[in-house]
């Protein structure tokens, strides 16, 4: 089966360092999406890319937070510098984009980063 | 605006009971409507979906009929098994018509199952 890989699985750091992590979509899908989940807020969207660029970050904290896909087998969320507040288990997802597409709409999660800030 | 809202878990059942998870939304158009589902650990995975009014989504013994009059896509199913003990989300599909138009998931809380034997 084709999966969303994320990295990594598990993050535990300090306030003030800087954290990034790692998504390899799957292979032909043109679409990524970041979204976070916290017990509070529950699944937010964070930044959607569609053909690499970067379409809708208006989910994201632009002070600290930057996403990227630096090519079609990688997206990265960067946190710089990290708070406790950003503590939360990040998703990425992937998916074929446009309407007019057999299987829009459905995205594949990865597995998570799940990122303690102490 | 748009907004997802499910019922408050955790739900607790037994081995083959019946399952009602109650999903209502708000939305402007007419979205899609999704159930998704997260194991223990993992990522969401679709679970079923319907496009339109009146459509039926199934799945693994689930099903949702998406419900325009009633605003509503009740997830169910009438044997429940502890392997279907996850979080349920239930989510619509939005039109975002800047940045070149593309469709935006919302989510619902989820809504957490446990089943014992």
């Known amino acids: 089966d084709a999966r969303v890989t994320q990295t990594p699985r598990h993050k535990v750091t300090e306030m003030g360092q800087e954290v990034t992590m790692r998504c390899q979509p799957i292979l032909g899908h043109n679409t990524v999406f970041w979204y976070r989940q916290t017990m509070m807020q529950g699944l937010e969207l964070l930044a959607y890319f569609r053909n690499r660029a970067p379409l809708d970050d208006s989910g994201m904290p632009k002070d600290r937070f930057s996403a990227e896909m630096p090519d079609a087998t990688l997206a990265t969320l960067k946190i710089q510098p990290s708070e406790p507040r950003d503590s939360a288990v990040y998703f990425c997802a992937s998916g074929l984009g446009g309407d007019r597409v057999a299987g829009a709409n459905v995205l594949t999660f990865g597995a998570g980063s799940r990122l303690t800030v102490l | 605006g748009n907004s997802v809202t499910q019922m408050e878990g955790p739900v607790t059942l037994s081995e083959e009971a019946f399952l009602t998870i109650n999903c209502t939304y708000t939305?402007?158009?007419?979205?899609?409507l999704f159930w998704y589902v997260q194991y223990p650990g993992e990522g969401l995975q679709l679970l079923l979906k319907?496009?339109?009014?009146?459509d039926k989504g199934s799945n693994k013994g689930f099903e949702a009929t998406y419900r325009k009059e009633t605003t509503s896509f009740h997830l169910e199913k009438g044997s429940v098994q502890v392997s279907d003990s996850a979080v349920y989300f239930c989510?619509?599909?939005?039109?975002?018509?800047?940045?070149?138009?593309?469709?935006?998931?919302?989510f619902g809380a989820g809504t957490r199952l446990a089943v014992h034997p």
């Open positions: 319907a496009t339109k009014a009146d």
């Open positions: 989510a619509l599909s939005v039109k975002v018509t800047f940045s070149g138009g593309y469709n935006k998931l919302i």
């Open positions: 939305a402007t158009g007419y979205p899609s």
